[in-house]
């Protein structure tokens, strides 16, 4: 099928699925020490296809494709291209694992990954560039209320590879608690000249800790709602300060001070941009 096509049949069967399941809701926590790098991709039940066949999805929204399945199941795939063939990496599926927080470790289930597809590594021949590896394991399904859970494989010579895989909301809402704490600091904080005291506080390095996306869609979101009147937003003389110093902010160019009309270019960016757009972050 022509990948525009595949697309928009994705589109049409994700959105029937439970909001959780959809492209892009999910994200990899942290940067994983990938062999190779090799790209990880997690994938879930999306509901069926127009069809009415069950469909694995990418949740991560990385690729524009579905695959049909026989029964539901969560599959990771690692894939990219390896310059050199002796250079793809030695994993030890058979002992990979698929670890909800808080649960037991699953096993990789026998047989294919999704119809027509078998688990386990796929080497190309060489090509131009190198050999193209993918490894596909899939596990027993996942719980619908789990949005968080990690994938371990042994890798020969090296550490193994752990990836954690995270659903956005989830993300969203811890890092509103700490933007909430953060704010009562900031107003307890209200008399100080300076900068640094609004920035001593647990809640807000753990909002740091987050990074891109997730903290520039924060501020930016607080940086609107100030300059629309709420007194309740984190003040912008802290939104630019904190923005301009992450990776977002020094792509685009943000100040780290400025009156009224050096926010409204700041917001008007984050509009003609289109991104960091998350769940209940996006710009307008």
Do not use: N
């Not at 539901?72 to 690692?78: D, E, G, S, T």
């Not at 979101?221 to 923005?243: C, I, T, W, Y």
């Amino acid at each position: 099928m022509p990948r525009a096509a595949l697309a928009v049949a994705l589109l049409a069967f994700a959105s029937g699925a439970r909001a959780e399941d959809r492209p892009g809701d999910w994200t990899i926590v942290g940067a994983p020490d990938v062999p190779a790098g090799l790209r990880p991709s997690l994938w879930l039940p999306m509901g069926p296809w127009p069809d009415g066949r069950q469909h694995l999805g990418d949740v991560l929204g990385t690729h524009a494709a579905a695959y049909p399945v026989d029964a539901p199941r969560a599959v990771v795939v690692l894939e990219g291209i390896v310059k050199r063939p002796e250079d793809v990496p030695a994993f030890d599926l058979a002992r990979a694992t698929l670890t909800p927080a808080g649960g037991e470790p699953t096993a990789p289930l026998e047989g294919d990954a999704w119809r027509g597809q078998p688990a386990g590594a796929d080497v190309s021949p060489p090509l131009g560039e190198g050999v193209l590896a993918i490894f596909r394991l899939p596990f027993p399904p996942l719980d619908p209320a789990c949005g968080d859970v990690t994938f371990s494989v042994p890798v020969e010579g090296r550490a193994p590879l752990v990836v954690r895989f995270r659903r956005w909301r989830d993300l969203v809402a811890e890092a509103e608690r700490d933007l909430a704490a953060w704010k009562r600091h900031i107003a307890a904080s209200a008399m100080h000249s300076a900068i640094a005291p609004y920035l001593d506080h647990d809640a807000f390095r753990r909002l740091e800790a987050q990074g891109d996306p997730l903290l520039p869609a924060l501020l930016l979101r607080e940086l609107r709602a100030g300059e629309a009147g709420d007194a309740a937003a984190v003040p912008r003389f802290l939104v630019l300060h904190v923005l301009a110093r992450t990776p977002w902010g020094r792509a685009q160019g943000v100040p780290d001070h400025g009156d009224a009309r050096a926010a409204a270019r700041v917001l008007a960016r984050w509009r003609e941009l289109g991104h960091p757009s998350l769940p209940g972050l996006q710009p307008r």
